[in-house]
């Protein structure tokens, strides 16, 4: 089965230049934990819900003037939509994410692939991701 599949294709993005406050509300109203941050049409990292609340908040920054581009990942674990599932895992459990950007072969981010997309598909599979990502946590 291939990540294209499986991927969630209506993909949220955001500016590296907007406040972690903006993230956080895009987050809440769109009910999603991650988005990928895109400047000029590429994508230069990744934000989550913990990102926001595990380091910013927890370290004291000011989520007004606190830029997205001050506290994202940067090195981006991407796959392609091509790409076989048991590929895209491997990159999760090896990187110890729950999300992967997914990405054609111009490098365009066209959908995420989380844990949760996984599971639909395989329980051994995204079992194991979750042991992974949860064993850095």
């Keep these: 089965m291939r990540v294209s599949e499986l991927m969630s294709k209506n993909v949220e993005t955001i500016s590296p230049e907007k406040n972690i406050r903006q993230a956080s ?10 988005l990928p941050v895109i400047s000029d049409g590429k994508l230069v990292g990744m934000i ?8 910013a908040v927890a370290m004291g920054h000011n989520p007004e003037t606190t830029l997205i581009k001050n506290i994202m990942s ?3 674990v991407t796959c392609y939509d ?3 599932i048991t590929h895209a895992a491997y ?3 090896q ?10 072969h111009n490098s365009k981010v066209i959908g995420l692939l989380s844990v949760t997309d996984l ?5 051994k599979l995204s079992g194991k991701v979750l042991e992974a990502a949860d064993a850095i946590h």
């Design 82 to 84: 091509d790409d076989d």
């Design 91 to 93: 990159l999760m459990e």
């Design 74 to 76: 940067v090195d981006v």
């Design 48 to 55: 989550t819900d913990r990102d926001i609340s595990c380091f």
């Design 95 to 104: 990187r110890h994410i729950r999300r992967l950007a997914v990405v054609d």
């Design 25 to 34: 509300r895009w987050m809440r109203d769109h009910n999603i934990g991650s």
């Design 119 to 123: 599971a639909r598909r395989s329980h």
